[in-house]
């Protein structure tokens, strides 16, 4: 069965430093990988997806950044971040025409 | 693009009682896939039931139901005999059917409903 990794669960990082949010999955090739970004009691913003290698769609113009360096492996990254990049988020994978599966998230302060 | 509505912010619900979310959406699509998420305050995203659009019938996923109406785009979910562990957010989505572009690969989620649950 597939599965999905995400990693760490709770980051606090300062303004200004770097970012580096992984996800894996398991069990399955070339998935859809996208990631999430959720404010506390809020809403899914989608930031990226990818229906395969070397194909990143943004969403939103921001600081962050993803890439698919591996077929199953998707990471979210920012080179400076922002106090309003705290948040959750969340990665997610699916085939065509399924479901989201979604990892269990990363709670991110940005302090 | 298709934008999916959910107008009930927060519900409330006597344990053991009945509790229907609504959820609108709006396309030119005639093949899609609908999807109901909960989101306890694990913040988990857990799929709760899924809805074709070409099949008539509504999905039912234990004390889970849709009532799917296609021509009025409305899909709601009956929550039955609620239990305290039905207290989450609640996100309706929908996906299209058919994938031509990467942009289509992308799901629309609402807004959410937070529904509670009381003992």
């Known amino acids: 069965s597939q599965t999905i990794h995400q990693w760490p669960a709770t980051l606090v990082q300062p303004v200004g430093s770097p970012l580096s949010l992984e996800c894996t999955v398991e069990?399955?090739?070339?998935?859809?990988l996208y990631w999430y970004r959720q404010a506390a009691g809020r809403g899914l913003q989608l930031l990226f997806y990818?229906?395969?290698?070397?194909?990143i769609s943004s969403e939103v113009p921001q600081n962050l950044s993803a890439s698919r360096p591996q077929d199953r492996q998707f990471i979210l990254s920012s080179k400076k971040l922002l106090l309003s990049d705290s948040g959750f988020y969340l990665c997610?994978?699916?085939?065509?025409?399924?479901?989201?599966?979604f990892g269990n998230g990363t709670r991110l302060t940005v302090t | 693009a298709q934008t999916v509505t959910q107008s009930q912010p927060e519900m409330s619900v006597q344990e053991a009682e009945t509790v229907t979310l609504s959820c609108t959406y709006d396309?030119?699509?005639?093949?899609?896939?609908l999807f109901w998420y909960k989101q306890p305050p694990s913040r988990q995203m857990i799929l709760v039931i899924r809805?074709?659009?070409?099949?008539?019938q509504n999905a039912t996923e234990n004390r889970f139901s849709v009532n799917f109406q296609k021509a009025a785009k409305s899909f709601s979910l009956k929550i039955s005999d609620s239990q305290l562990g039905d207290t989450a957010m609640y996100f309706c989505?929908?996906?299209?059917?058919?994938?031509?572009?990467?942009?289509?690969?992308?799901?629309?989620f609402g807004a959410g409903t937070t529904v509670t649950v009381r003992a």
């Open positions: 069990g399955t090739s070339n998935p859809n």
């Open positions: 396309t030119s699509e005639n093949n899609y896939y």
């Open positions: 990818s229906v395969g290698i070397g194909q």
């Open positions: 989505a929908f996906m299209k059917h058919k994938l031509e572009v990467s942009n289509d690969y992308k799901l629309s």
């Open positions: 997610a994978w699916s085939f065509t025409n399924s479901p989201l599966h």
């Open positions: 809805q074709e659009a070409y099949k008539q």
